[in-house]
């Protein structure tokens, strides 16, 4: 078989044992998914082990961790770790709604650009370049600003919106790369349409390209969600890691001490964010055999 000729149903079966062999071996895949499983176990279980509501005022305000509030209270006693399981919940959905719909839109403009080049190629370039220099997270500003109620999916669907551009030009690049393969070819000569021949044909060889670029817009759209949490323009009709630590510097928290407010939600963020960097290393060592450790 050559380079260029298409991969048989047996071939693939073969590489994906191949990548699942690595994929169980390699350190930095597993303890970033790992840290991220345990993280989102947490926030799905976690509010079923709460009998109080997150923002629920409580009689022990400033109390430290302790056997009754395991993560202490606010200064208004508030139970952090209601707070903090909720939180991950509503870290988690921005992540998903917003990588979700930025890899969507990322894939239709990349592999339509990519395989049907010419006038379409040039239109959808050219939106792609006006949507990528226009300061997203300006606009983000100013959108929550005027909205008058803020919910998480909202919140998702407009970083979903701005966040799309580099993804569309990464597959689109790696779309023109296969588009001139033979079996694509052979796809075209057979009389396949172009979403059959983008479906079939050129993204299943592109599945761990895709993957890996949806966990990259995952955690970006966590980041961005916690950075518009952070200045107060985070969601109103819900509790996140991000409003956990705006409400904490708001109410000086550092100031008097009172550690166990800002540094569950920071340490969070971080840990989410960094295990699924981590994971993506991971991912690259598994489907590029140049990179594999042995």
């Known amino acids: 078989m050559t380079a260029l000729q298409e991969v048989t149903p047996q071939e693939r079966e073969g590489v994906r044992r191949e990548a699942l062999y690595f994929a169980v071996r390699n ?10 499983a345990v993280l989102l176990v947490l ?4 509010p079923l082990f709460t009998d109080v509501p997150p923002n629920q005022y409580g009689p022990r305000p400033m109390s430290p961790p302790s056997a ?42 990349g592999f339509t650009a990519g395989y049907r080049g010419g006038v379409v190629d040039e239109v959808l370039n050219m939106l792609t370049n006006v949507v990528l220099v226009i ?9 929550n600003a005027y909205l008058g109620i803020r919910s998480v999916a909202v919140q998702g669907l407009f970083i979903g919106l ?12 790696q779309t023109f790369t296969l588009r001139s393969r033979e079996f694509v070819d052979l796809a075209r000569m057979s009389g396949a349409g172009t979403w059959r021949i983008i479906t079939r ?4 060889n ?8 949806f966990i990259l817009l995952f955690g970006g759209s966590i980041l961005i969600a916690s950075s518009l949490d952070f200045i107060g323009l985070g969601p109103t009709d819900a509790v996140s890691l991000g409003l956990m630590l705006q409400n904490a510097t708001q109410w000086s928290a550092l100031q008097l001490g009172m550690w166990w407010w800002f540094v569950p939600p920071g340490a969070a963020i971080t840990a989410v964010v960094g295990a699924l960097y981590v994971a993506n290393v991971g991912l690259d060592e598994v489907f ?3 990179l594999r450790e042995l």
């Open 27 to 36: 350190g930095k895949l597993l303890t970033g998914f790992g840290v991220v």
């Open 288 to 290: 590029n055999p140049k």
């Open 201 to 204: 044909e050129i993204a299943p």
């Open 162 to 173: 701005t966040q799309w551009p580099w993804a569309a030009r990464a597959i689109r690049a």
């Open 206 to 213: 592109m599945s761990s390209y895709l993957f890996m670029t």
């Open 135 to 143: 300061p997203a997270l300006a606009v983000l500003l100013i959108v």
């Open 43 to 46: 926030g799905l279980v976690g």
């Open 68 to 109: 009754e509030h395991w993560f202490g209270t606010t200064t208004f006693g508030q139970d952090i770790f209601a707070q903090f399981v909720h939180g991950l919940r509503s870290t988690f959905a921005v992540g998903a709604i917003g990588g979700g719909i930025a890899a969507v839109i990322g894939m239709l403009v």
